[in-house]
């Protein structure tokens, strides 16, 4: 469980959280969203400890954030590999568990090609598995989908959906997107300058046709209505 009350951070004079709040429970998943600049990005690598977070706050430990950069030398397997203490796994062990993440993922069929012969959603792909190989106990997702068409967002929403039904994680994610908030988030947690805005509890996430249910378009009006009453 993540739980920080009045967390501030300041990049010299330029405070990018401002006594922020944030409960993360075990298991579940929380979208973060505000607009550009709010301190998203800031909270979220705080949170991985790539900053130094702040007395008296610790750093939660399991945290692993996933980035895109793959390897260009390196194939797929390689790369998922390469989520792994080398010195502590034994190469067949390595092998089994790149084989398990990329069945998971549903990426067998490009393990021996490099990066530059895949598309954006397989890269996507293969940054997850690379993550979730070391079973992380918490996924921290910058914009995971944000480079991608409507439809591979999509894709990749449905199959961190699928993975969160598989293996029990917990999952924060930043987003600009409010219908991925609204398909990923049991939890939305809108920020406004470096604030917590509002937190919105999305019971209906993971509902059988949520996206094209009135429950997805009530929340998503809900989370647009938050969005904008910070915009005052
Ligand atoms: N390295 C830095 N040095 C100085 N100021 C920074 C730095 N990184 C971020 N900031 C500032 O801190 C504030 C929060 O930035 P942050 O990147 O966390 O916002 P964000 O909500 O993730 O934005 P975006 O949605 O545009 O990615 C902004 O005012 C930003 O200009």
Redesign the pocket.
Known sequence: MISLEGLSYS??E?L?LNKMKLTVEAGTTTAII?P????????LYLLAGLLPMPEPFLKPSGIVLQNYGLFPWKTVKANIGLGLDRGLVKKSEMNARTDEMLELLGIQEIANRYPNQISGGQRQRAAIARTLISNPDILLLDEASSALDALSKEKIQNLLLELFRKRPMTLVF?T?SIEEAVFLGQKIVVMHQGSLSKVIENSNMGMKNHRASKQFYDTCLAVRTALEAGDD
């Open positions: 990049y010299g330029n990018a505000g550009s600049g709010c301190g998203k990005t800031t909270l930043v600009h």
